[in-house]
């Protein structure tokens, strides 16, 4: 019972701990091995947590569900933290970044990190929204850091868009707790989630249903469901890329679980309307016309992050559709989505950095002159497009024949939205990997362990599906009805 | 008494959507200011109410925040930022006055007709706060979209924060958890738009955020 406590405990006061000491810290070589060290640990004490829960407390709460998002958050973090190592190096060469902006970005790393475990692990939803609102605001001032121009623009729409739809998340969590009073009773039971689950048949119907519509369209936006996006692509062009990678892998995955806590909320009350629908509708939306937008992209890193619009889409389409197939679906989809995705960005942000430009364009023939680095980049590429044999594909493959079995005619437009996205991914990879290579402005110096440990994962979960871990997801899809 | 607590209350949450709708036709930022000031003192008003009719003293806090917090610091500051920054002074608008204010009366009847209609379980108090509080929500909202200036869009950001922190109130023995750290977030969201206000001021010789909107989708 005690080391199960230290579990959830390590994996907050570890990162909290470490942003306050990483803000002290002048030399950025130490200061990047011990974010790298943090990372680590609070990776090893989520990986403890899979073998001993504790018992859900009035504030925090670890459960089937969230594991699977805690594990994977404090994986992909321990990996960027090792690319943003290599990364850093070459930008203070460049002199993009200064020290002293290296001091704040790790603190803020760090931050993060710590607040998306919180917005996790949180059994109060006065407490999600406040840690995923303080996530909000330290990648607000990530993605501002290089303070150029579009860095600032870019920020500044993040800001704004993600404050409305924090302040949209905030009103519907109000109306969920009053939905919960005449029958939970006044105080602090009334947010608890694990409380409110096992009493919501008796809420009133039509406030949760206004509720769910505030929630799905506040953490939507942190989504990037189609039509919120807006502040997506440009959050992911303008910032370093290991923030790229961790908006993309992670942070995207934190505001989806908090829909899907609710949506369990509400498919739990008899009365109220199906969330489903809604969701998937988004979904389909996100995917169709994210997939349309990959056909016009210039900049490497913006077409990527229409791709993770694309993504997310699929996602809440699959669990919009709900029943064990789909979600188990879902769930195998964000994962292999996270990691490949956050792959592409480590060989993204090497390869800008080589050629010192984000314009397709000026960026040919890779797979020529980088062999590793162009290489995986098309491994990445290709698992993303959802091509076989790589783990991508095995749970599109899901998501289509469980919609094909259920609703043939959404399927239609599915299949449509990820044949159109294969198509524009593949017309970029050829003119990026191949062809004359165009000179570089910079020597490589990228470190190949993050981005390739990813890829293998990727690789042997199209493969191989290791029983445990199908039976573990078999079982938080049922969880999720 | 009751009935007098009742009234009360409804006045003070209705005064916070009509001073929404002052905002909303002042053509001048510090005008705008002053009336943000007014909104948020009329809010600090509203939550000291609530906290004594329903005997929640911790309300006061959040009260007393409201007051000192966003009614006398943040404008004030604001005003030196606009003075310092020589940031132009005029509100400049997207959509002219009059077609926001029909739509601001479109959203607020919207508001009403939804919460009281959803609510119907509820105690009449709340009822009326959460329907108020969603149209101050909405209006500030409306705000934050028809208007260029990026300080009138802050301004528009916390006038919803008001609205917000008007719902939490009325939402009765709602946890202080949230209150606090609601009103934590905003010091914090203010911090932020202070250092990007200056950013942008460092490098852009202007806070017209359609200056700022160069590359709807791409760069050249």
């Known amino acids: 019972m005690t080391a199960s406590l230290n579990g959830v405990a390590l994996i907050l006061a570890v990162p909290a701990a470490t942003a306050a000491l990483l803000a002290l810290i002048p030399d950025y070589r130490v200061s990047a091995r011990l974010n790298v060290a943090s990372a680590f640990v609070t990776l090893l004490a989520a990986l403890s947590l899979l073998f001993d829960k504790p018992a859900p407390g009035p504030y925090l709460n670890v459960d089937d569900l969230n594991i699977v998002f805690i594990v994977l958050n404090a994986f992909v973090g321990f990996t960027t933290s090792v690319f943003s190592a290599s990364y850093?190096?070459?930008?203070?060469?460049?002199?993009?970044?200064?020290?002293?902006?290296?001091?704040?970005?790790?603190?803020?790393?760090?931050?993060?990190?710590?607040?998306?475990?919180?917005?996790?692990?949180?059994?109060?939803?006065?407490?999600?929204?406040?840690?995923?609102?303080?996530?909000?605001?330290t990648t607000v001032l990530m993605v501002g850091l290089y303070r150029t121009r579009e860095a600032i623009e870019a920020a500044w729409k993040y800001f704004i868009l993600g404050s409305v739809g924090i302040a949209f998340a905030l009103f519907g969590t109000?109306?969920?707790?009053?939905?919960?009073?005449?029958?939970?009773?006044?105080g602090f039971d009334g947010m608890v989630w694990t409380v409110l689950i096992q009493r919501v048949s008796a809420f009133d119907p039509a406030l949760l249903n206004v509720a769910f519509v505030f929630l799905l369209l506040g953490y939507g936006t942190k989504v990037g469901l189609a039509p919120l996006h807006a502040w997506l692509p440009d959050a992911h062009a303008e910032g370093p890329t290991p923030i790229s990678a961790v908006l993309s892998g992670l942070l995207l995955n934190v505001a989806l679980y908090a829909v899907l806590r609710f949506k369990l909320l509400l498919a739990a009350n008899s009365g109220a309307l199906a969330p489903g629908p809604l969701m998937a509708t988004m979904g389909l939306g996100s995917l169709l016309f994210a997939g349309l937008m990959l056909y016009?992209?210039?900049?490497?890193?913006?077409?990527?992050?229409?791709?993770?619009?694309?993504?997310?889409?699929?996602i809440a389409f699959a669990f919009g559709m709900g029943g064990p197939l789909a979600n188990f679906a879902g769930l195998l989809h964000m994962t292999m989505h996270s990691l490949t995705k956050s792959a592409i960005f480590f060989a993204v942000g090497h390869i800008s950095q080589v050629k010192g430009t984000q314009q397709i364009a000026d960026i040919k023939g890779l797979t020529v002159t980088h062999p590793l680095l162009g290489w995986g980049l098309v491994l990445g590429v290709v698992a993303i497009a959802g091509m076989p044999p790589l783990g991508v594909f095995t749970s599109e493959f899901l998501v289509v024949s469980s919609t094909f079995a259920r609703y043939p005619l959404l399927a239609l437009p599915l299949v449509a939205g990820l044949l159109i996205a294969l198509g524009a991914l593949v017309l970029r990879l050829q003119g990026l990997a191949f062809g004359e290579p165009t000179p570089d402005t910079a020597p490589s110096q990228a470190s190949y362990a993050p981005m390739f440990s990813h890829l293998a994962l990727v690789l042997t979960a199209g493969v191989y599906l290791p029983p445990p871990l199908v039976s573990w997801f078999q079982h938080v899809a049922g969880l999720l009805g | 008494?009751?009935?007098?607590?009742?009234?009360?209350?409804?006045?003070?949450?209705?005064?916070?959507?009509?001073?929404?709708?002052?905002?909303?036709?002042?053509d001048r930022l510090y005008a705008l200011l002053n009336v943000f000031a007014l909104q948020a003192f009329a809010l600090s008003l509203s939550?000291?109410?609530?906290?004594?009719?329903?005997?929640?003293?911790?309300?006061?806090?959040?009260?007393?925040?409201?007051?000192?917090?966003?009614?006398?610091?943040?404008?004030?500051?604001?005003?030196?930022?606009?003075?310092?920054?020589?940031?132009?002074?005029?509100?400049?608008t997207v959509v002219s006055v009059g077609p926001t204010m029909l739509f601001g009366i479109g959203l607020v009847a919207l508001s009403m007709v939804v919460m009281l209609r959803v609510t119907t379980g509820a105690d009449p108090l709340a009822r009326e706060d959460i329907a108020f509080?969603?149209?101050?929500?909405l209006l500030g909202l409306l705000m934050m979209i028809t208007r260029r200036n990026a300080v009138s869009?802050?301004?528009?950001?916390?006038?919803?924060?008001?609205?917000?922190?008007?719902?939490?109130?009325?939402?009765?023995?709602?946890?202080?958890?949230?209150?606090?750290?609601?009103?934590?977030?905003?010091?914090?969201?203010?911090?932020?738009?202070?250092?990007?206000l200056f950013r942008i001021r460092e490098r852009f010789d202007t806070v017209d955020v359609v200056a700022l909107d160069r590359f709807q989708g791409e760069r050249l």
């Open chain 1, 296 to 314: 016009r992209r210039r900049d490497i890193k913006r077409m990527f992050a229409y791709s993770s619009i694309e993504h997310m889409g699929i």
């Open chain 2, 47 to 92: 939550v000291g109410w609530q906290a004594s009719i329903q005997g929640a003293p911790h309300l006061f806090i959040t009260a007393a925040i409201a007051l000192v917090f966003k009614a006398i610091i943040i404008p004030v500051a604001l005003h030196r930022i606009i003075a310092r920054l020589g940031i132009h002074r005029e509100v400049e």
């Open chain 1, 174 to 186: 109000i109306l969920v707790y009053m939905a919960a009073r005449p029958v939970v009773g006044e």
């Open chain 2, 133 to 137: 509080a969603l149209s101050v929500v």
């Open chain 1, 88 to 137: 850093i190096a070459h930008e203070l060469e460049t002199g993009r970044f200064q020290p002293v902006h290296l001091r704040f970005y790790h603190a803020m790393y760090q931050a993060l990190l710590f607040s998306m475990n919180l917005a996790l692990v949180a059994n109060n939803i006065g407490l999600m929204w406040v840690a995923i609102e303080m996530a909000t605001l």
């Open chain 2, 153 to 196: 869009q802050v301004v528009g950001f916390m006038s919803l924060e008001n609205g917000l922190i008007l719902a939490a109130a009325g939402a009765k023995g709602m946890p202080l958890v949230v209150e606090i750290s609601v009103a934590f977030s905003v010091l914090v969201a203010l911090i932020v738009i202070g250092v990007f």
């Open chain 2, 1 to 26: 008494m009751d009935r007098f607590a009742f009234d009360m209350a409804h006045l003070l949450a209705g005064s916070l959507v009509l001073l929404s709708f002052m905002m909303l036709y002042q």
